[in-house]
């Protein structure tokens, strides 16, 4: 079974492009979950979302950040406008229900996001 | 206050040796409980879930203690392989959404 998957791996875009990283969740899973962990800090929740569905975006900022998880095909984190501060590893995870469940979050590798 | 508290570390200890880690939480809606681990800022992959009753899985020992709001994570005869950030995570039913301590390094020496 293939895991969660996320491309690219590792994305350099300049201060001002727009940014858009790629998450399929495992297969049968339908809840997706965005983190971002800047250097030396750790793990921060961004958005949750079902398909077709935003659950929770407390954790996004309020510009310049959108996220998708249409009917067919991957999730899409989208950055606009990147600033150096965007520079980050995102991760998305997936799980088959709410993590209530005791269904732990299955992680994808990340995409390393650098600004330059 | 912070919704998880962790203790940062790091933990430096010699192979062999029991280390043990809590991490406090303060939301009680808090219902499900994991501990990860995370290798030079890869993926976090899942160590292992966290039972009221305390659960065990080889040289590792989760505990949940609800009425003081933490969960603990013993390691016994630390090996090198074990050196790594562990991340403790609660999950609130009612958000909907996982939360993470901001992880506690452990370095195993020879």
């Known amino acids: 079974n293939a895991g969660v998957m996320q491309n690219p791996r590792h994305l350099v875009r300049r201060r001002g492009q727009e940014a858009r990283l790629r998450c399929s969740p495992m297969?049968?899973?339908?809840?997706v979950y965005w983190y971002r962990q800047l250097p030396e800090e750790g793990l921060k929740f961004m958005v949750y979302?079902?398909?077709?569905?935003?659950?929770?975006e407390s954790g996004m900022p309020k510009e310049r950040f959108s996220a998708e998880f249409p009917k067919e095909g991957p999730s899409i984190l989208r950055i606009q406008q990147v600033v150096r501060g965007d520079s980050a590893a995102y991760f998305c995870?997936?799980?088959?229900?709410?993590?209530?469940?005791?269904?732990?979050?299955?992680f994808g590798n990340g995409t390393r996001l650098t600004v330059t | 206050r912070k919704e998880v508290e962790q203790d940062p570390g790091p933990f430096n200890v010699p192979e062999g040796a029991t280390v043990a880690f809590n991490c406090t939480y303060s939301?009680?809606?808090?219902?499900?409980f994991f501990w990860y681990r995370q290798d030079c800022r890869k993926e976090p992959k899942l160590l292992m879930s966290?039972?009221?009753s305390g659960n065990e899985d080889g040289r590792f020992t989760a505990q949940l203690n609800r009425a003081s709001q933490y969960i603990s994570l013993l390691i016994r005869d630390s090996k090198l392989s074990d050196s790594a950030t562990y991340l403790c995570?609660?999950?609130?039913?009612?958000?909907?959404?996982?939360?993470f301590g901001d992880g506690t390094t452990l370095t195993v020496k020879p």
């Open positions: 979302l079902q398909k077709e569905n935003i659950i929770d």
């Open positions: 939301n009680s809606a808090s219902q499900s």
């Open positions: 297969k049968g899973h339908s809840h």
């Open positions: 995570v609660f999950y609130n039913t009612n958000a909907g959404k996982s939360t």
């Open positions: 995870a997936s799980s088959p229900s709410a993590v209530g469940d005791n269904s732990p979050l299955h």
């Open positions: 966290v039972y009221s």
